[in-house]
């Protein structure tokens, strides 16, 4: 039955996926996207009347740096992790675990804020790196925290892990470039 199901183009996995998305709760997928909706609004606001491609387009920037586009695409991905992460936290039964997964998740958001303020509404590539500096340790918590209470929310942020690397060296760069 099983290769009879994949000749169909259906596999274990997929029939699990497609049977989980009926149980898809849907009030807990929309508080987690208000709350990422509230942080981008929240962020927007804060970076003022900004045009971000002329942004970029002074700003004196390391020739490794990727373009315009693909930091919007990035800032995209951010939000879908956030909402992912944070619709998978609010399922789990309330718990310590729980309420320190939730707070650092939030505290993730924030200081990502805080940082977007500094780089896009100040324009300080000093403060902005400073505030990076003060980001990492929370989103390594978050990963240590979701690790040891939910693991596959830990997945959903390694690939931000990575990015990180990358975005430390380009905003030390920016930093050392535009003083």
Not at 28 to 41: D, K, N, P, Q, S
Not at 82 to 103: E, G
Not at 109 to 136: C, D, H, K, P, R
Request: with cysteine; glycine share 6%; proline share 3%.
């Amino acid at each position: 039955m099983e290769n009879h199901q994949c000749v169909l183009g259906v596999s274990k996995e997929m029939k699990g996926f497609i049977e989980n998305i009926g149980k898809l709760n849907i009030k807990t997928l929309l508080i987690a996207l208000t709350i990422c909706l509230v942080f981008a609004i929240v962020e927007s606001l804060l970076a003022g009347d900004i045009d971000v491609y002329a942004f970029f387009e002074n700003l004196k920037q390391p020739t490794w740096s990727l373009p315009v586009w693909s930091w919007l695409l990035i800032g995209g991905f951010y939000y879908v992790l956030c909402t992912a992460i944070l619709y998978n936290v609010l399922l789990a039964q309330p718990s310590t675990k729980r309420s320190i997964a939730l707070a650092l998740t939030i505290a993730m958001m924030v200081a990502n804020t805080i940082w977007n303020y500094f780089f896009f509404g100040e324009q300080s590539s000093g403060y902005s790196f400073t505030a990076f500096i003060i980001f990492l340790p929370i989103v390594f918590g978050l990963f240590v925290s979701l690790w040891k209470f939910q693991r596959k929310s830990a997945w959903i942020l390694i690939p931000y892990l990575a990015w990180l690397v990358y975005d430390f060296f380009w905003i030390w760069s920016i930093w050392k470039i535009n003083k």
